[in-house]
Structures are given as C-alpha cells and as structure tokens.
C-alpha cells in the first residue's frame, strides 16, 4: 500500500536526524581535542612562566673567589758573558766558569767529537795549544743536571787554566772563598765549595756507577769527608746535600805527582735566571 505525505515526510526527518547524529559525533571528537589541546597549552605554558618567575626571584650570587694570581716572573741577574760572539767563533763553548780572586775565568768547552781534544787546543779558536782549555767530557750533560759534573784544567802551565786551584790548599783561602759560579747563556749557577783535596788519578765517571742511588749517596758523603792527609772541608753549608743536590767536581793535576789529582768540590746552592 502507498505511503502517503505524511508517512513520507516522518521517513525524511528520521533519516535527517540519523545523519546529523552521525555528523555530530566527529564534531564533538574534534571539539575534545581542542580543548584539551588548549587546556595543555594553557598549563605546560604557565609552568613555564612560573618557573622563570622563581628563577628571576632568585637573590644573584657573587662569587667571592679570589681571582687566580698569575706566577711571578722570576727574577733575573746580569750575564757579564757574551756568548753569542764567543759561540761564533767556537759552538763547542757552552758555559763560563769564574773563581773570585783567581784567575780562573775561562769558557768551558765540550766536544762532540773526541774527548781528549781540549787537552791541547784553546777553546777560543781550537788552535793547538799546550795548555789545553778547560773542558768537560760527553758523559755529562752541558746543563750541569747530572749529580756529578766533571770540570777538567791544566795545572803547572804559570798561573793559567786549573793552576790556581792549589790556592784552595790554604785553609785561610778556602774558609774566604765558599763559592764559584759558572754561566749559562739563561744562568748563572753558585756553587758553594764543599771541600779542596788530593785524590787519585781514577776516572771518576768511569769509575762509580751514578745511575745507583747507593753510589752517589755514598760519593757524596766521600766529598764531604774524604779520606786525604792534604784537604779542606767546608761543614756549615748552605743546603743540605741529599739525592737531588748537584755537584760540580773541579780537576787538575798536581805538579810531579802523575798519579794524584787535586778536586775542589762544589754544591749547587743557588739557579739564577740572566739577562
């Protein structure tokens, strides 16, 4: 049987008002979201704003540090020596040695070469020479850091090179005179001399093994109270020598006695920067 208007029109609502409760449903979906959107927005902001409230309540804090103090620059002493001209005409120049009241007052050599060579050749030129120069040996290093540092000279040639050594034989010499220096091109080094006295003719360096703490302790200990009939010793010094101290040894022979040496010792006592 045909449906007539009135069916018709209630048939259209309903299925009007189906759809619209269908489109509803998104709309309300997207309208949650939305808000709780905005509602996270709302709070992760405040938070934000909040905490940068506190942060700018927050009293500043003053450091009271004391700022960091740079070193002094270390003191430096004249250097009367002009190694510069000197190293021109001979590199193998590398220190200078001076003994107040003596007339040692020499640059000390070393060669890269041969040992023996500044036993007849003058260290200004390298020209041949009887009485040598004043020199060390390769077993040492030229900065003066080895616990033992061997300085060699002529005696017997007038007053020249090591001769005026001997004057540390007199007790009242060696009591007037506690020190040597020697010079760097950057130094000045003061030895402070430990004791003046006979000894034999042995290679020191060869002889002793320094690279045993024993054995220097020991050497040491001999140079403060060596076993000699001819010597002076100096015991109020300085420093204390311990295995750190460094030790300058001065030697040269002694007139008719070919067998024997005579050292005068020193300790390191001061380092001083030159300009």
Not at 11 to 38: G, Q, Y
Not at 77 to 97: G, R
Not at 146 to 168: E, P, Q, V
Not at 185 to 204: C, M, N
Request: net charge negative.
């Amino acid at each position: 049987m045909a449906k007539d208007n009135t069916d018709i029109e209630n048939d259209f609502s309903e299925s009007n008002e189906k759809k619209e409760n269908k489109n509803r449903i998104p709309k309300l979906i997207l309208l949650f979201i939305v808000v709780f959107v905005v509602i996270f927005c709302g709070i992760y902001f405040g938070f934000q704003i909040y905490n940068q409230y506190l942060t700018d309540r927050e009293p500043t804090t003053v450091s009271t540090t004391a700022p960091t103090t740079a070193p002094k620059e270390e003191p430096k002493v004249e250097n009367p020596i002009d190694f510069k001209t000197l190293q021109e005409q001979n590199s193998d120049i590398y220190a200078w040695i001076k003994i107040d009241d003596t007339t040692v007052d020499y640059p000390i050599v070393q060669s890269s070469v041969d040992d023996n060579f500044y036993l007849k050749h003058r260290s200004e030129d390298k020209a041949w020479s009887a009485s040598g120069a004043i020199y060390t040996e390769s077993v040492n290093k030229k900065n003066f850091s080895d616990s033992f540092t061997l300085i060699y000279g002529h005696n017997g040639y007038g007053d020249n090179m090591f001769t005026a050594l001997h004057k540390f034989n007199k007790e009242e010499f060696f009591n007037s005179h506690p020190y040597f220096y020697i010079y760097t091109p950057e130094r000045k080094l003061t030895y402070q001399v430990i004791s003046a006295f006979k000894y034999d003719d042995r290679h020191i360096m060869n002889s002793f093994n320094f690279a045993d703490t024993k054995e220097v302790t020991e050497f040491q200990e001999f140079l403060q109270n060596p076993e000699s009939a001819l010597k002076n010793v100096r015991t109020d010094l300085d420093i204390n020598i311990d295995s750190s101290s460094k030790i300058v040894i001065l030697s040269t022979c002694i007139t008719n006695q070919k067998t024997n040496r005579y050292l005068v010792c020193g300790v390191l006592v001061k380092d001083e920067k030159t300009y």
